[in-house]
C-alpha cells in the first residue's frame, strides 16, 4: 500500500461488494474513507471499476481486482486517465497470469 493509503476491513468488503452490485453503483456512486472523497462511477465490470470525483475536478480512482488481490489506484486531475487505466489492467493482467 502506498504511505497515508490505508484501508480498513469494512471499507475492503465494501469494495469487494461493489463488483457484485454494478447497477447500484452506476446510480448511486461510492464514496471511500481513505481518500476522503465522493466518487461517481464511469465504467464497471465483473473485474474493473472506473470512478472520477463527483464534480470531476479532483481526478478519480481506477479499482480491478483478480483472483486474490484489490488493486486500487488513483490519479489527479492533471494525469491522464487514459494512462492510469492502461497501468492498472496492465499490472493486474500480470497477476493473473502469475495465478495470484
Not at 40 to 65: F, H, M, P, T
Amino acid at each position: 500500500s502506498s504511505v497515508g493509503f490505508m484501508l480498513d476491513p469494512d471499507e475492503l468488503s465494501f469494495i469487494v461488494k461493489l463488483f457484485r452490485e454494478p447497477t447500484l453503483l452506476r446510480s448511486e456512486g461510492f464514496h471511500l474513507t481513505s481518500t476522503n472523497l465522493e466518487y461517481q462511477c464511469l465504467r464497471s465490470d465483473k473485474n474493473s471499476i472506473y470512478a472520477r470525483v463527483e464534480g470531476g475536478e479532483d481526478g478519480g480512482v481506477i479499482i480491478v481486482k483478480t483472483n486474490t488481490l484489490v488493486i486500487i489506484a488513483t490519479y489527479a486531475n492533471n494525469m491522464y486517465p487514459s494512462i492510469c487505466v492502461e497501468a492498472v489492467e496492465n499490472l493486474a493482467d500480470y497477476f493473473r497470469d502469475k495465478g495470484k
